[in-house]
């Protein structure tokens, strides 16, 4: 049985010229393009949905998880920070039912140490309004957005990307550019450019959902409990692969289902009349793929200071750890201009679940959005040849937290 079939080879219109293409719409991809424009590139980015925010607003997963250390520094800044005062710009006091949180006091103006240890800087936002204000950050900064355009593959040369392949209503088409930004969330543009990746199966059911009872709108945060280690806790129920469509429609599927059977089962309970209003629009993946970068953030890297430290962030879990995030787990290996951000960046174990959220995301973005934009600009052969020493005084100057100091506070 035929089990292949020859495509025709085609030319492809060129729809674009840019500096930098970030492929992914979520909060690290919007870090690394509103990064890459800031310092001077001309910036495109790719989302497959339409909306920007990723999980963090068509997931409504609504929690801006922490920026601090939980011993009261902070430890995240720069865009992290900036995104984080965004998504609550609309926000006055907390809303129980639909889980909003304003920032804390202490983490206001005039807040101290000692108040800052006794409660962690986050807050939890509207997603709706939150990715309108995503839109037009990034529209005020002239990053051209493609939306309901799907990132298909890259065209190489030798060590180099030189053009990124896409699908729009305007058919398949080639982005030239200098530099390529992986915020897919699943490591799309490493694969298809030849680099090792890693996957995880460890992913459970999970589906944060609106509804309204009795008149009352609310948020139900559904998800299947995992182990410290990111693992399946058995009575979870079964694992999925977010790399392989069978599995992705299956978690779709079962995700609704079990969505639904929960409210079946609350209106039974409470003898209440139940509707939903809005599920999330997107698989509500943990982690999927991920780059084998030159090297791989782990646990034991807790503390730990890189010479090409480009951002830090927390734990969300835990007071205490504080992880340095180098140029080392965000550039490519075989591809000498592709940088990742996100859910992409090289880190395994406890180490992944520190670093799939929101902080780490915005933080990784915008290290990786600023360096591809220098390397664009300098026309360098590759991330390797970066003078990290001056991207570090670039980003600290607009407020990224690398201050080796930061790991001494215990």
Not at 25 to 37: K, M, Q, S, T
Not at 242 to 253: A, K, P, T
Request: contains cysteine; charged residues 25%.
């Amino acid at each position: 049985m035929q089990t292949t079939i020859t495509e025709q080879s085609r030319e492809l219109p060129i729809s674009g010229d840019y500096d930098v293409v970030v492929a992914g719409g979520g909060i690290a991809g919007v870090a690394a393009a509103l990064a890459a424009a800031r310092a001077g590139a001309s910036v495109c980015l790719l989302e497959k949905a339409c909306a920007l925010g990723g999980l963090a607003t068509i997931g409504n997963i609504i929690v801006y998880l922490p920026l601090c250390d939980g011993l009261g520094h902070q430890v995240s800044g720069g865009i992290c920070e900036e995104l984080l005062k965004l998504s609550v710009s609309d926000i006055t006091e907390p809303l129980p039912n639909l889980h909003i949180k304003p920032i804390p006091e202490a983490w206001q103006k005039g807040g101290n140490l000692e108040e800052r240890r006794n409660v962690r800087y986050r807050a939890n936002y509207n997603p709706i309004t939150f990715s309108y204000k995503l839109e037009r950050l990034l529209l005020k900064n002239k990053v051209k957005i493609f939306f309901d355009s799907r990132f298909c593959t890259v065209i190489k040369e030798q060590n180099r990307i030189v053009a990124v392949v896409i699908e729009n209503q305007d058919g398949r088409t080639a982005l030239r550019c200098q530099a390529v930004v992986d915020a897919s969330g699943s490591a799309d543009v490493c694969y298809q450019a030849g680099e090792k990746t890693v996957s995880l199966s460890s992913n459970v059911l999970c589906g944060w959902f609106y509804y309204v009872e009795n008149g009352e709108v609310r948020l139900c945060t559904m998800t299947k409990s995992l182990d410290m280690n990111g693992r399946r806790n058995p009575a979870a129920g079964r694992n999925y692969r977010g790399d392989r469509s069978s599995e992705v429609n299956d978690f779709l599927l079962n995700s609704r289902k079990m969505m639904m059977d929960t409210m079946a089962q609350r209106s039974q309970e409470n003898n209440s009349q139940i509707y939903p209003i809005l599920a999330p629009q997107m698989p509500s993946f943990r982690m999927i793929r991920r780059l084998a970068g030159r090297h791989t953030l782990r646990e034991s890297d807790d503390r730990r200071w890189f010479e090409d430290t480009l951002g830090m962030t927390g734990d969300w879990r835990l007071s205490g750890p504080v992880y340095c995030l180098p140029l080392s787990i965000l550039a490519g290996v075989r591809n000498h201009n592709l940088i990742t951000a996100g859910r992409c960046i090289s880190s395994a174990g406890r180490a992944w679940d520190v670093t799939r959220v929101i902080p780490t995301c915005a933080v990784s973005g915008e290290a990786a959005g600023a360096a591809a934009a220098f390397l664009a600009l300098d026309k360098l052969p590759s991330f390797q040849d970066l003078d990290c020493r001056s991207l570090q005084t670039y980003l600290r100057r607009r407020r990224v937290i690398i201050d080796r100091k930061r790991l001494q506070n215990i």
